[in-house]
């Protein structure tokens, strides 16, 4: 669980970094011009594969996880307070999660799988010269494809919202939570670790569900 | 602190047998001191059911003095009721104000069945002890002091985790029934210490290997342990025994 949390915490710094580059106001040219070069080159395609076999994995650890450990309690507390002992959002990682998975399979449904299959809107770059990697090349044009779905789109810029919101609480319990596992709890690196974990999560989701809340009040182009 | 009197509604789990289905019976206790502690409160509770010519509630205690861990009672949804580090012996009656209802019940895991009413067995524990929790050559007389040399920090770290009275409080509030924070204690008090060394894989191995086998539930890191536990062990002890488990099963060779 731990191993594979930390894979995809380190794939959505990479995500999120590539996408907060919309905020540069350059209609999407830099986002554009990095979007596609982590889609042309083969390492990252390969990263690709292993970030799908994780994403699995990590589904399927906490599957077998929340199969056992709802059998260990058969008979359970008709009185029960664990509000008095422990986080809710540390007891609520299996709900999160679902609902994280929820909302991947929309969040696919509205970008990955465009991009990989078509039915994204090619452009050419506006300064090809400047930008040599896709020089004279159509690129997709992911955030045409971005304001496609956010713009005029308040639902969908709420369910976006509810599932990056999910995935805060999932991560400020993770985060630290993987350390823990492999062992590394200490007096000076643990304090450290919990408030990076913090910061990761907050910083990490806020950007993410400002992106359709941008797109949707025309804050950015 | 002002003494004073309560009357109080309890609901006990009452459960004849193992086999038998449990349900919860409503109590009146009259002046109960508040300067009691929670057993005396039974014991008065029982006395009143044997001159009723009823069957008094079965429950485990021992020391009445907070160390030997067999007052198991989850007293209004927490494990050995409202105060933190503290067993329910411990449990004084000032912690409760009159016309109060106190709702009692057993340890509820899979791994510590019923017995009656409010008496779970804890022989899993015994059996995660017997996995490994030992040292098994005898270690002789006291030897002199300092002659072997046991830092500081070990020792206290040791002897923390050696403050473990298992009394499952730690499986009872975890939501997911889970032992760690107890085998971990059992494991990292001789991990630390050199007489522990020797049998330091085959330890953790077996200990974890038998913890599993009780049908204990996987530590989802929530620390609810850490702030149940009467004797305050740290989830570091946890931490420590994922890396002796991790260490131990890399250079294991079966």
Redesign the interface.
């Known amino acids: 669980m731990g191993l594979t949390g930390l894979f995809l915490i380190i794939f959505l710094i990479v995500h999120c970094g590539i996408n907060s580059m919309i905020f540069f106001n350059d209609y999407g040219e830099t986002f554009n011009h990095w979007g596609h070069l982590m889609g042309s080159n083969l390492i990252i395609r390969t990263v690709e594969i292993g970030l799908f076999v994780f994403l699995l994995l990590h589904i399927v650890q906490g599957l077998i996880l929340w199969k056992q450990n709802s059998s260990a309690r058969p008979v359970k507390y008709i009185v029960n307070k664990p509000q008095a002992n422990s986080k809710w959002y540390s007891r609520s990682m299996g709900l999160l999660g679902t609902l994280i998975l929820i909302f991947l399979v929309l969040h696919l449904y509205h970008f990955w799988t465009p991009s990989r299959f078509g039915g994204i809107a090619d452009i050419r770059p506006l300064e090809p010269t400047t930008l040599a990697d896709y020089n004279n090349q159509e690129v997709h044009n992911l955030y045409k494809e971005m304001q496609l779905v956010f713009q005029n789109n308040l639902l969908v810029v709420v369910v976006y919202i509810l599932g990056v919101t999910s995935l805060c609480w999932h991560l400020l319990h993770g985060f630290q939570s993987a350390f823990q596992t492999f062992g590394l709890n200490h007096k000076k690196y643990t304090p450290l670790i919990k408030a990076v974990g913090v910061g990761y999560s907050i910083i990490i989701c806020l950007l993410f569900a400002l992106m359709p809340v941008a797109i949707y009040l025309n804050w950015i182009y | 602190m002002e003494h004073y009197n309560m009357n109080l509604t309890l609901k006990v789990?009452r459960q004849k047998n193992n086999q038998a289905a449990g349900t919860?019976e409503s109590y009146q206790v009259k002046d109960i001191s508040s300067e009691m502690s929670f057993l005396e409160m039974f014991d008065v509770l029982n006395e009143q059911l044997i001159v009723a010519g009823d069957d008094p509630i079965a429950f485990d205690h021992d020391c009445r003095e907070g160390i030997c861990g067999q007052c198991s009672m989850?007293i209004?949804?927490?494990a050995h009721g409202?105060w933190t580090k503290n067993t329910t012996c411990q449990l004084h009656m000032r912690a409760f104000n009159d016309g109060d209802t106190i709702?009692v019940?057993p340890w509820?895991?899979?791994?510590f069945p019923v017995i009656k009413d409010l008496i779970v067995d804890r022989s899993a524990f015994d059996r995660v002890i017997q996995a490994g929790g030992f040292i098994s050559v005898n270690t002789g007389n006291a030897i002199d002091a300092n002659s072997l040399p046991i830092d500081k920090k070990d020792a206290d770290n040791s002897f923390m985790a050696a403050s473990c009275i298992g009394c499952g409080a730690c499986v009872a509030?975890c939501?997911?029934?889970?032992a760690m924070l107890f085998v971990s204690a059992k494991v990292s008090q001789l991990a630390l210490l050199p007489q522990g060394a020797p049998e330091r894989e085959s330890r953790v191995l077996n200990m974890v290997a038998q913890m599993d086998k009780e049908?204990?539930?996987?530590c989802?890191?929530?620390?609810?342990c850490e702030?149940?536990c009467p004797k305050g062990i740290s989830?570091?002890n946890?931490?420590?025994?994922?890396?002796?488990y991790?260490s131990a099963g890399l250079s294991s060779e079966a």
């Open positions: 789990w919860l989850h209004n949804g927490r409202p709702v019940e509820r895991s899979k791994a509030a939501v997911n029934s889970s049908s204990f539930g996987n989802s890191n929530t620390y609810a702030a149940e989830v570091a946890i931490a420590r025994m994922n890396r002796e991790l």
